[in-house]
């Protein structure tokens, strides 16, 4: 006996409210007159999301896309529309530098230029050959994605809405709590090996919380509840950042302290035990005043060595930035709360650190963007050679399959799903346009007729492990639908379009396969490289706050994207990436806090090891050895130095930092 699949409360009403907004967009465009209604059913379903801030934020974008494309689209026809091949080619380089800017922009707002691409191409090349209907074309496909447009927003904010608030403020708290325990872990007496193994998982949950964080703000603006805390929100994000590059310089001067001297000194352990209350989010004032006047007494405590008392500087400066910025989380977190509940909060005029904050491979996004001009043309020779009537479809497809899978390392084996489900809704294609669309008379017939496959592949949407299967069973169909909604569907055209389409999508997997696709090792490496050039940067050029706190939250974002890329290789491989990503990070936190404080230090011998990092980075860029052992005596002499002349907390902090990092292995003696 078959089981009949189960779907969640949840499932079953974004279902349904995507399937009302698309029936109420496909009947407000049959009214008006539109010549293509089942673009605005589309459309309803594209935007559709389980929040209604998503869908908000989704609708917007798409418009402006739209418009976008379709005035790229009047402008190109116009000024080539004597020269079919020139007007391809200019619909495939502008295909190819949305995609590049959109790729440059991993927030929601890339869905602007992404769209401006494509739409371009859905609406330019079935108008190069017949270029005279290009104005009321384009004025009827933005008419008509509006109106899908504004139906799932009002159906999806005003039929039960989810909020974001749920989900941010979950991760939010999750990357708080992910905080604290690892401060917790690095504290416990744990045995060496179990600690080890809960610290590495607890600095990588906070890596993806962190990096979770910053995509989910981005829609901030088009919740409701949330929009009013959004400074406060900015301003968190990066606090927890700033964490990150503090939590990991403790454990790995706890690690040097207890190597230098065979274990926790007494009275480090003895103020962790007493002024541990300051990490709950309730903790008053007066505690953490104390926290950070105890911790700050740690670095005037007992010293056998230069080497030693410098480490014991080194821990009091991370325990009191560390201090400062969990009291300034948990002050955020409360006015977050306190503004949802609709109460005054301090005005804060902070700028987030936005877009700058994340990875960027501008390398990868130019090879994106050839790669979609180079099926598109390709697509388009094929059908200019042929004077295949449907050849259009050929194109279409060829672009929106080179965007749609572009933000991945391998995009075929996606590709090939896709395909999958393109050709698993054949039959049902078949079936609606040429059995049921001719007998459906009214629009209560054709609802009824098409609500079954909806409502179930919707479902599916809904769920992340089958959502693309059934996007692609969706545009199998609506696709098809939108292509043939002119009442003129036989089985000649039906054929020819469908053929088309699976053409173009064959020849934009197959151009990707060859020129787009690499592999996790090969990711991984131009994520190093790219650490390495700022890392360049910032030992080259004095940085200030704002750029150094967006190296540390880029480096965060860079350490979950590595996980992915290097856990099939096992646990093993897992925490050797992001142990290097974390000294990476340290390094450049100690770079600019060093750069900051370079005044109170002899001037020549800083500026020689700036000069020496520098080269040192450039070299790890060019994939050349670095050799580097000659900056172990110049960062004792400069450490030494800094002690006598007692230079400032933090001047001394990074320049054992600077040790640690460089030379892990150096032996517990400075020797300058």
């Not at 936190?589 to 900051?596: P, S, V």
Request: with cysteine; glycine share 6%.
């Amino acid at each position: 006996m078959i089981a009949l699949p189960r779907f969640s409360r949840q499932e079953l009403l974004f279902s349904l409210k995507s399937f009302v907004a698309a029936m109420l967009a496909l009947y407000l465009s049959s009214r008006f007159g539109l010549p293509r209604p089942f673009w605005a059913m589309m459309t309803a379903y594209i935007v559709a999301h389980p929040l209604a801030s998503h869908v908000r934020s989704k609708a917007l974008y798409r418009f402006l896309g739209t418009l976008l494309g379709c005035a790229a689209t009047v402008v190109l026809v116009t000024s080539l529309s004597g020269s079919p091949e020139l007007l391809s080619l200019a619909l495939a380089l502008w295909v190819g530098l949305c995609l590049y800017v959109s790729l440059l922009d991993r927030s929601a707002r890339s869905y602007v230029f992404m769209l401006a691409g494509y739409s371009a191409a859905l609406i330019g090349f079935p108008l190069v050959e017949a270029p005279a209907a290009m104005f009321d074309t384009a004025v009827a496909r933005v008419t008509e994605i509006g109106l899908g447009i504004l139906c799932a927003s009002l159906v999806h904010s005003i039929a039960l809405p989810a909020g974001l608030g749920p989900s941010l403020l979950g991760v939010m708290d999750r990357a708080l709590g992910d905080a604290r325990q690892w401060l917790t872990d690095l504290l416990c007496e744990t045995p060496t090996g179990a600690k080890d193994a809960r610290i590495a998982a607890d600095r990588q949950r906070l890596a993806l919380d962190i990096t979770q964080l910053r995509l989910l703000s981005t829609h901030v603006p088009f919740d409701t509840d949330l929009r009013w805390t959004g400074g406060a929100i900015d301003a968190l994000q990066d606090r927890v950042a700033a964490l990150t590059p503090v939590l990991s310089a403790v454990e790995d001067c706890l690690q040097a302290l207890c190597t230098a001297t065979g274990g926790v000194p007494d009275d480090i352990g003895s103020t962790f035990a007493q002024h541990s209350g300051w990490l709950a989010s309730s903790a008053t004032n007066a505690g953490v005043d104390e926290a950070r006047a105890a911790f700050r007494a740690i670095a005037d405590g007992p010293a056998a060595s230069p080497w030693i008392r410098a480490l014991r500087i080194d821990l009091a400066t991370r325990l009191e930035d560390l201090v400062a910025h969990w009291d300034a989380c948990t002050t955020l977190r409360n006015d977050i709360d306190a503004g949802i509940a609709g109460n005054p909060v301090p005005l804060r005029r902070t700028a987030a650190l936005g877009r700058r904050v994340l990875h960027l491979d501008r390398g990868l996004a130019l090879r994106s963007a050839i790669t979609a001009v180079l099926g598109t043309c390709l697509s388009c020779a094929l059908w200019i050679a042929t004077g295949w009537p449907s050849g259009s479809a050929m194109a279409m497809g060829a672009a929106v399959f080179c965007c749609f899978f572009a933000t991945m390392d391998d995009p075929v084996p996606a590709m090939h799903k896709f395909i999958t489900a393109l050709l698993w809704s054949l039959p049902v294609s078949a079936f609606y346009v040429l059995g049921v669309m001719p007998l459906a008379h009214d629009f209560g017939m054709l609802v009824l007729c098409i609500a079954p496959v909806f409502l179930v592949v919707g479902c599916y949407m809904a769920r992340p492990a089958s959502s693309l299967s059934a996007l692609g069973m969706f545009f199998g169909v609506a696709g098809t639908l939108a292509l043939q909604d002119t009442a003129t569907a036989d089985w000649v055209s039906f054929i020819s379009s469908n053929l088309a389409l699976f053409a173009g999508a064959v020849i934009a997997t197959r151009v990707t396969a060859l020129m787009r696709s690499v592999g996790r090792d090969w990711t991984a490496k131009r994520i190093r490289r790219a650490t390495w050039h700022d890392l360049a940067d910032l030992a080259a050029h004095p940085q200030d706050a704002s750029a150094r706190d967006a190296f540390a939250s880029r480096m965060l974002d860079r350490i979950a994207l590595l996980a992915p890329r290097v856990a099939p290789d096992g646990p093993e491989e897992v925490q050797i990436a992001a142990h290097r990503a974390l000294r990476e990070l340290r390094m450049g936190a100690d770079i600019a806090a060093l750069q900051r404080h370079r005044g109170r230090l002899p001037g020549e011998p800083v500026s020689h090891l700036f000069r020496e990092l520098a080269l040192i980075f450039r070299a790890h860029v060019a994939g050349a050895p670095p050799r580097h052992a000659s900056l172990l005596p110049h960062i004792d002499r400069l450490l030494l130095d800094a002690l006598m002349a007692g230079a400032e907390r933090p001047a001394v902090a990074a320049l054992v930092g600077l040790r640690r990092n460089l030379f892990p292995t150096a032996p517990p003696a400075l020797q300058p």
